[in-house]
């Protein structure tokens, strides 16, 4: 504000003093020498010395200004004053543009997105497969209807709160969390619900999952929990790191449950040895593990074969498809979960795996292992590639170089899919059965809003009372996101 009205304040004193030597001459009376300067010539010199100190004042506040927006928003490069700086992710708009200083005092800004997710599938068993799950019926409904809030309270703070309306609840929560960004030595610190770090493909969203499901061994992630924790990358971003602590088992509200314990710790961390951004190539190797000590003091491990429109671990959702394999709950004092991960992309070839062990410490009962792994190839025909997040350690999904026309085979990417995935929940006393699943799938990016996907699943269960059983599955999606 002074910066502003030190033009004024020269004016207005001309203007006085003109208008006192004025009244003086119309009463007769000589001019005030209180008023009047010496000559006109100190007048005009005084105005030019008032200037002067003017443009100072108004150098030394924009100078306060670039510091305070350098203070704030550290990967921000200065710029004119009718400009937006230059500056790099988490500290930007969606367009890129710097967050001024005075620009983040304001007001809280928001962005909309969300997707939709319309499946059907159709399921053929073998009468052996009937005997151990049921007859399953064909269905077709919403697997998931996403709408999410996120933006910036301060240029270092932003949130996220995404709400699923087709999940048990309806709506349940997602992710709802706020992450304090640019911190000493923790560099990004991450408070709320959201998806704890295990895993290659728990931590893909899903919609941007090569097939329609996650695969088998995804069972033993603790995916979303309340928590607390931190992320960042290290050594130019080739390796990245994210650890946190949890309340276990928390519902789809971020709620805890049971009283005993019921607390838990993950972290996972990846490197790249080696990337080649021309060509989009890289390795990538990662690890997790998760500790929990459930407050419920049991803890149960279940999983469907790679198709369900509605949860089939909720009892509310009155699923169609069940789980195949099933722990049931064990009593239990703690869990140790380990996981080692494996991917390669070599232009439009893109190769993951991962393996997973489960320790139970069961109450009055012997310890427990159970183990899950899966292997899968994504090859993209029209040439695209997989963008890698690197402070993430995840793919995302592909993005067609020209926008396709649902009625034409043309434009948009297709890629094929196929994968194999196993889980065994058979220890000791607890017999949850195993299975194995092999999925071909295709995936047709029609611009970067809109994906259809099929997926044809082969589920080879061993039930522990049946037997051996098969079932095939043929599943189709449509996803829309904005």
Request: charged share 20%; with cysteine.
């Amino acid at each position: 504000m002074l910066s502003l009205c030190l033009p004024k304040l020269s004016v207005h004193a001309l203007a006085l003093f003109l208008c006192a030597l004025a009244v003086d001459v119309a009463c007769g009376q000589a001019p005030s020498t209180r008023l009047l300067p010496p000559s006109w010539e100190h007048v005009v010199w005084r105005l030019d010395q008032l200037e002067r100190e003017n443009a100072e004042f108004r150098a030394q506040l924009q100078s306060l200004e670039t510091e305070a927006a350098a203070r704030d928003c550290p990967g921000c490069e200065p710029g004119a004053a009718d400009a937006w700086p230059v500056c790099s992710d988490p500290l930007c708009n969606d367009d890129g543009r710097a967050l001024f200083y005075r620009e983040s005092q304001r007001a809280t800004t928001i962005d909309w997105s969300g997707f939709i997710q319309l499946d059907s599938g159709w399921i053929a068993q073998d009468a052996a497969n009937i005997a151990a799950v049921g007859d399953i019926e064909d269905t077709t409904g919403l697997r998931r209807v996403r709408l999410r809030a996120s933006g910036r309270l301060l240029p270092r703070t932003s949130y996220v709160v995404d709400l699923d309306f087709a999940a048990s609840g309806h709506p349940s929560f997602r992710d709802v969390k706020f992450t304090l960004h640019e911190q000493p030595i923790f560099q990004n610190i991450v408070i709320g619900y959201y998806a704890q770090p295990f895993g290659l493909e728990a931590m893909t969203s899903g919609r941007e999952l090569l097939l329609m499901e996650r695969e088998l061994q995804f069972a033993f992630a603790p995916f979303r929990q309340t928590g607390i924790g931190a992320r960042g990358t290290a050594l130019n971003e080739t390796v990245s790191w994210f650890y946190s602590g949890y309340r276990y088992p928390t519902d789809s509200f971020g709620v805890s449950e049971g009283g005993s314990g019921g607390w838990g710790f993950a972290s996972r961390g990846t490197a790249i040895p080696y990337y080649n951004e021309e060509n989009n190539s890289l390795v990538h190797f990662g690890a997790s593990y998760s500790f929990a000590d459930p407050g419920t003091n049991q803890v149960q491990y279940a999983i469907e074969p790679g198709f369900f429109v509605k949860d089939p671990t909720s009892s509310a959702s009155g699923s169609t498809v069940p789980v195949f394999v099933d722990t049931g709950n064990i009593p239990t004092s703690y869990v140790n979960v380990g996981e080692l991960e494996f991917a390669a992309q070599l232009g439009s070839l893109n190769l993951q795996a991962e393996t997973v062990g489960a320790f139970v410490e069961q109450i009055d009962g012997p310890r427990l292992a159970f183990s899950g792994a899966m292997a899968k190839m994504a090859y993209v025909f029209t040439g695209e590639t997989h963008a890698y997040d690197r402070q993430e350690g995840i793919f995302r999904r592909v993005q067609p170089t020209e926008p396709g026309s649902f009625l034409s085979l043309g434009g948009g990417a297709w890629e094929g899919v196929a994968a194999w995935s196993y889980i065994d929940l058979n220890d000791q006393n607890i017999q949850g059965g195993t299975m194995q699943t092999f999925t071909m799938g295709v995936n047709r990016y029609l611009n970067n809003h809109v994906k259809f996907q099929v997926n044809i699943v082969r589920a080879l269960l061993d039930d522990p009372d049946t037997g051996p059983s098969a079932a095939t599955v043929a599943a189709f999606r449509a996803q829309a996101e904005f």
